[in-house]
């Protein structure tokens, strides 16, 4: 009931989000940044999980918006702008790592092969990391991830990372649930490959 | 169905109690799945587990930027320009120019101008004014002659 109550508050204090695009576009410069406001959270997120980079980060953020405000027109205010945005920022994401598909990250050139050959286990175990800086994990991951084709990339951060339901996961890539459920499958099996590789690589598997 | 090819739905908490029971009885022997399924928690933890923070003032930043661009027709046009293809085109449409100002058959012949044209038509009143012989009558003599008399220049 409270919770209701405070909903029914903010509803009715808050200009809802087609007011925003309608006032937006009759040239409303504070509603395109309420807009913007409201949705910044969510946008730098999904970037941030996908892309990994923080420099890119703010740059793909001003891009996004920069689209969405250039497609306002287009967008139908029958439907919730949320979703709209959100495959506005992976399509975003996906062309970007598209075009950067030839650079390669080695981010952990600092550790020993020890290290890293340590870190790895780790990482294959269920259980609290150790004392190292949550950073060096995420370098990991992330060394995993830039592996994956940018399709089954972004769909395993909407999935696995973000919780986002198949529903959105599909909206956000333009594609079917099952085409959602395929890639996010196959994100799975990737990254579980991409580690065996690299342990292989590094000649000391148990 | 082997157990292991449950492994997508135990993780999207696709199977009920009973088949999730026997997927986590399945993971303490299979170490396959059991390595992927540790990974990939530990992927999720270490991506959820660093934050980075949003630049204060970003929603007003775009914003303008959104809005200054929208005004300046210029800059739309220059947006529609890649840089480095722009540039690439804009020189070789001056190094195209260049050439074929140089080369000589690309340059056409002087067209007569139309005081020539005026000084010709005089120079035939002139010779109708003169001697008999040659004398202009109409205007297809008088555009024989013009072109006699421009051949001969």
């Known amino acids: 009931m409270e919770t209701h109550i405070r909903t029914l508050i903010i509803d009715m204090a808050e200009p809802a989000d087609a007011a925003l695009i309608e006032n937006t576009l009759k040239g409303d410069e504070s509603a395109f940044a309420e807009l913007i406001r409201r949705y910044q959270a969510a946008v730098w997120g999904t970037v941030h999980r996908i892309l990994g980079s923080s420099s890119e980060g703010e740059d793909a953020v001003q891009e996004i918006f920069l689209r969405v405000f250039s497609s306002l027109r287009r967008f139908d205010l029958k439907y919730p702008f949320g979703p709209w945005i959100l495959r506005i920022a992976t399509n975003y994401c996906i062309d970007l790592l598209r075009r950067r598909k030839a650079r390669k990250y080695k981010l952990w050139t600092d550790l020993s092969e020890g290290e890293q050959q340590k870190l790895m286990n780790e990482m294959s175990v269920d259980g609290d990391f150790d004392s190292r800086s949550p950073e060096t994990y995420e370098r990991v991951a992330r060394e995993l991830l830039n592996e994956l084709k940018p399709k089954y990339r972004t769909a395993f951060v909407l999935r696995e990372v973000e919780g986002r339901d198949y529903r959105e996961v599909a909206s956000a890539l333009g594609t079917s649930e099952l085409a959602a459920r395929v890639r996010v499958s196959r994100a799975r099996s990737e990254i579980q490959k991409k580690f065996r590789a690299f342990l292989g690589g590094s000649g000391t598997e148990d | ?153």
């Open chain 2, 1 to 153: 169905m082997r157990v292991c090819d449950e492994f997508d739905r135990y993780r999207d908490g696709g199977l009920n109690a009973a088949e999730r029971d026997r997927f986590e009885g399945h993971l303490a022997g299979c170490r396959d799945c059991r390595e992927r399924n540790a990974l990939l928690n530990n992927v999720v933890r270490a991506l959820t587990a660093v934050s980075s923070e949003m630049p204060r003032g970003l929603p007003e930043r775009i914003a303008r930027r959104a809005f200054t661009q929208r005004a300046s027709w210029d800059a739309l046009v220059i947006s529609w320009l890649k840089p480095a293809p722009a540039l690439i085109a804009l020189v070789l449409t001056v190094l195209l120019f260049s050439y074929l100002w140089l080369v000589p058959g690309f340059r056409q012949a002087e067209p007569v101008t139309h005081s020539e044209y005026e000084a010709l038509v005089n120079e035939s009143y002139g010779l109708n004014q003169g001697s008999g012989a040659g004398q202009v009558r109409g205007d297809d003599d008088l555009l024989n002659w013009l072109e006699q008399e421009g051949g001969s220049r």
